[in-house]
């Protein structure tokens, strides 16, 4: 059989999460079936105005709302937000942040630098061995 003959296809769930959308916000015939990469691949050729606008000012997916306002998953979780946010919301967040969204910021700045610590120090040793390099 020909890829033209059965087209792969996803679930509209792992297309949003491509695309970078929260899926409860996208057009009913978007989660009504399947999307194929063709299709997915035309959405992000010449994404049509609902999902530039979705881009543009959401709400957005968790990770997205995350990234945003700097902190973690985990933070969001902590702190109760909700799944998805606005762009207005979060600026409102960023414009006046409240009390948990410093101290998420604070302690998910303190991670980054752990980690960059520990990459250079893994760094550090591997050039001053004698073992060969991985291939990561």
Known sequence: MSQEQNPQTMKPLTAANKLGIYLPA???????????????????ADPPEWLRELR?????PREAVARKLGISNSGLARAGVADALTAD?????LADPPEWLLRERDS?????????RVRTKQAERRTSSNRPAKNY
Not at 108 to 116: D, T
């Open 26 to 44: 996208t057009p009913p015939e978007f989660r009504a079936a399947p999307i194929s990469r063709a299709q997915l691949e035309q959405l992000r």
């Open 56 to 60: 543009r000012s959401g709400p957005f």
């Open 89 to 93: 919301e979060i600026s409102a967040l």
């Open 108 to 116: 998910y700045a303190e991670v980054q630098r752990e980690q960059e």
